[in-house]
């Protein structure tokens, strides 16, 4: 088998930014210890290695899918899918971290969530196993879903109310 070297460079930079992106942007300070947390939240240290290893199979998924399309509109088709799925998993960190919106990334996160579902539902059209090396991801999008409600509920509200400005 050779390797097809554009989509190997193009998938292995898709998870090398996301991941080095999150890194950066993911601040654990003062701000983030003093928020209310559920009790089965994983330790702080487990989400690196996690994200590596999804972010690594998805990758991988991104470059046995589009290295099996058929016709330059199924390739599109893939690439499509993979840029909106950066642009939102990147927006993640800042909303949460950043801009200290856990509700506004709670929100960001359900569209997260729907682009790594339509990786799981679309990209088997073009080889079955890219598909299924998706489901780390949306298994661990749909912990981080209902993580984040979590933490919108013992901690709201955020943001000023115009009564306290």
Excluded at 75 to 89: C, G, Q
Aim: proline share 7%; with cysteine; net charge neutral.
């Amino acid at each position: 088998m050779e390797i097809e070297w554009t989509p190997a460079i193009v998938a292995a930079l898709w998870a090398i930014v996301l991941g080095g992106a999150g890194g950066v942007l993911t601040e654990i300070g003062q701000w983030y210890r003093d928020l209310n947390k559920p009790s089965w939240q994983p330790p702080d240290w487990l989400f690196g290695p996690a994200w590596t290893v999804i972010l690594g199979l998805s990758a991988w998924s991104f470059y046995r899918a589009w290295t099996s399309t058929a016709t330059p509109g199924d390739e599109f088709v893939v690439i499509a899918l993979f840029a909106v799925n950066f642009v939102l998993h990147l927006a993640w960190s800042p909303l949460f971290f950043k801009i200290k919106r856990p509700d506004f990334a709670l929100v960001e996160n359900v569209f997260l969530w729907l682009s790594v579902l339509s990786l799981c539902l679309v990209l088997p059209r073009f080889d079955t196993l890219a598909g299924w090396l998706n489901a780390p991801y949306i298994a661990w999008v749909s912990f981080a879903l209902l993580l984040n409600w979590k933490i919108v509920q013992l901690n709201k509200p955020f943001g000023k109310r115009p009564a306290e400005a």
